[in-house]
């Protein structure tokens, strides 16, 4: 029985990081030129904590979003249609469920390995 809590709070956990990691996917942009803060005496400059966090949510996604291209295509085709990145799911031989619980399996052993702590 303890099992099956610990895999019911693994994958409401799992599902969170998507549900962030869909929303990071969403407002991804790719930043060209300078930084905006410049460099003085071998220093990054300062950085205020929501730049800390943002950082640190955007290196987490990165892995998230790694794990998720690690999928079988029919498993990642759920993923990104379950988080709204994909509008279909064409595989006329695979059930759309199943692939998305397999999916999910499949992430809550991945992204532990990968540093991403559920």
Same mark, same amino acid.
């Given at each position: 029985?303890?099992?099956?809590?610990?895999?019911?709070? +693994?994958?409401?956990?799992?599902?969170?990081?998507?549900? *962030?990691?869909?929303?990071?996917?969403?407002? /991804?942009?790719?930043?060209?030129? &300078? @930084?905006?803060?410049?460099?003085?005496? /071998?220093?990054?400059?300062?950085?205020? =904590?929501? *730049?800390?966090?943002?950082?640190?949510?955007?290196?987490? =996604? $990165?892995?998230?979003?790694?794990?998720?291209?690690?999928?079988? @295509? $029919?498993?990642?085709? $759920?993923?990104?249609?379950? &988080?709204?990145?994909?509008?279909? =799911?064409?595989? @006329?031989?695979?059930? &759309?469920?199943?692939?998305?619980?397999? $999916? +999910?399996?499949?992430?809550?052993?991945?992204? @532990?390995?990968?540093?991403?702590?559920?």
């Amino acid at each position: 029985m303890k099992r099956d809590s610990d895999m019911v709070k +693994h994958m409401e956990a799992l599902r969170n990081i998507l549900e *962030g990691w869909a929303d990071w996917q969403r407002t /991804y942009n790719l930043r060209l030129g &300078y @930084p905006s803060k410049s460099l003085t005496c /071998y220093s990054e400059g300062s950085r205020d =904590f929501e *730049g800390l966090c943002d950082a640190v949510d955007g290196q987490t =996604f $990165a892995t998230v979003d790694a794990c998720v291209q690690d999928l079988m @295509p $029919a498993q990642r085709a $759920a993923v990104m249609r379950r &988080y709204g990145i994909a509008a279909v =799911f064409r595989f @006329p031989r695979d059930n &759309y469920e199943q692939c998305l619980l397999m $999916a +999910h399996e499949g992430l809550i052993k991945a992204l @532990p390995r990968k540093g991403v702590m559920l």
